[in-house]
């Protein structure tokens, strides 16, 4: 079993770094090489390894990907696994969009794990807190550039 996790971690990897090795190659190449590697990631959050799950999840939070909001969301609310349902949470805030983020504080209230809860609760105040600096930052050059 671990060599299987193994080799298909191996292969996600590939997918991976053959999308950023075609950056001076062919736009055509390029694309499809992207669709691949989206695909490739999408197929990792359906399957019954965890490792190959979680790190699907993980992946896609960090490219920020947003075909898999709903996926993510539907991990989120229903996987049995705590270490699962905490990764779709974390690739949700990172993608960062209104959608994510409400799944991100629906699960401060519904879900059944107390550290779900209030990991989520973490990372939704950090979003709020990260908006704040942000529209204060955005004031504040506004201001300067009225002057």
């Excluded at 770094?17 to 055509?28: E, F, K, T």
């Excluded at 960090?62 to 705590?82: F, G, H, T, W, Y």
């Excluded at 799944?103 to 990260?130: G, H, P, T």
């Excluded at 600096?133 to 009225?146: F, K, R």
Aim: glycine share 4%; proline share 1%.
């Amino acid at each position: 079993m671990k060599y299987i996790t193994g080799f298909l971690m191996a292969v996600l990897f590939v997918a991976f770094l053959s999308d950023v090795s075609y950056a001076g190659g062919n736009q055509n190449e390029k694309v499809i090489s992207s669709q691949s590697t989206v695909s490739s990631l999408l197929n990792g959050l359906h399957s019954e390894n965890l490792g190959l799950k979680t790190s699907s999840v993980f992946m896609i939070g960090e490219l920020q990907i947003s075909e898999a909001i709903i996926p993510l969301m539907k991990i989120l609310r229903d996987d049995e696994n705590v270490e699962a349902r905490i990764s779709a949470a974390l690739a949700l805030y990172k993608i960062g969009s209104p959608m994510s983020i409400n799944a991100v504080k629906q699960s401060i209230k519904f879900d059944e794990s107390e550290r779900v809860s209030k990991l989520c609760a973490n990372f939704y105040n950090d979003y709020q807190r990260k908006k704040i600096i942000d529209e204060e930052t955005n004031e504040t050059v506004s201001d300067i550039a009225l002057k």
